[in-house]
């Protein structure tokens, strides 16, 4: 064996050394920071308890006992209440007096309670999301650091659009309640001004990002800023602008829900109330129209921003 082959076998062994103890070290570190945390964890829900009047680990084996509430009785029941269709179980009382919530249309046609509060939310969703895109669009092409040579005009749209998203939709929403009182129109304005925020940033990062050779060649024959943005900027960004805006739909519409159980109208308010009565029959009935009302929405989206953006161009933004 030369002298070299044994300095190189050597260096090779220290190193193995080496990398073995880096690893003994980081599992350490990782195994300390797990116990930490979980004591950590352990600690919080300790103190939780001690100060829960209801006494969370006492009562941790009925974690599941609300489920046992909600399965009703008779299953029929549940297409009963998705459909206003008496049901033979009706004593008077709210639990299954289902056909009292039928919206009348014309004569005997009507629209089941359920569908039509599911369509507020819908609504709700899609117009917040239209006044999203709407003052989103604008406020992008400002705060894109390539498009708007003045660093003053940016930053303030950019610290606008960053407070718009600071505040959760349901502080917004509690704020202008107080102002026009619980509804759906609280509900659209909290989450419009959200999603000015969040499709702002979105979109002024995808502005920071464009072919500059369009908007040069504008400039060159002496277009004002208004016209290189209309001409040169928006064709390039405005499929990338649709996608995350149907995206936005499909966020909005879950929001809205949760809007709706703290009094923003919509299907929400009535899957609170049937939870907390304990009504099995319409909990099941409202979960399973808003389940297939996501899933329609979401496939929907996805397939319109597949024809907006192209098969190729869906697949990269999704990896």
């Known amino acids: 064996m030369t002298l070299s082959t044994t300095i190189h076998s050597e260096a090779t062994r220290q190193q193995a050394d080496a990398w073995r103890r880096q690893t003994s070290l980081r599992r350490f570190y990782t195994a300390l920071g797990v116990g930490l945390l979980l004591v950590a964890m352990v600690a919080t829900m300790w103190f939780a308890d001690e100060a829960n009047a209801g006494h969370f680990f006492e009562r941790l084996p009925h974690i599941l006992d609300f489920l046992s509430w909600l ?3 008779d299953w029929n029941d549940v297409w009963r209440a998705l459909f206003d269709i008496a049901s033979p179980h009706d004593k008077g009382t709210q639990e299954f007096n289902f056909p009292l919530g039928r919206v009348y249309i014309w004569g005997g046609f009507y629209i089941p309670e359920y569908f039509e509060l ?9 117009v917040s999301t239209f006044i999203g895109f709407v003052f989103a669009v604008p406020f992008s092409f400002i705060a894109a650091r390539n498009l708007t040579p003045s660093p ?47 499709l702002g940033k979105l979109f002024y990062e995808i502005n920071e990002n464009i072919d500059m050779r369009p908007e040069e060649g504008l400039r060159a024959v002496g277009a004002n800023w208004i016209e290189r943005v209309r001409f040169a900027d928006l064709p390039q960004v405005l499929p990338n602008f649709m996608s995350y805006t149907l995206l936005r739909i499909e966020i909005n519409v879950r929001i809205s829900t949760i809007m709706g159980a703290v009094g923003g109208g919509g299907i929400g308010e009535e899957l609170k109330l049937a939870i907390s009565r304990g009504f099995g029959a319409k909990t099941l009935a409202l979960v399973l129209l808003l389940f297939v009302t996501i899933f329609l929405v979401d496939r929907f989206s996805a397939w319109l921003r597949r024809k907006l953006v192209g098969e190729q161009g869906f697949l990269m933004s999704a990896a």
């Open 152 to 198: 003053i005009l940016r930053l303030i749209v950019k610290r606008f659009m960053e407070l718009l998203r600071a505040f959760p939709e349901i502080v917004i929403a509690g704020l202008f309640a107080a102002i026009v009182s619980i509804g759906p129109v609280a509900a659209i304005i909290a989450i419009g001004l959200h999603s000015i925020g969040a």
């Open 71 to 73: 399965i009703p009785k």
């Open 118 to 126: 599911m369509l507020t939310t819908i609504n709700v969703a899609l």
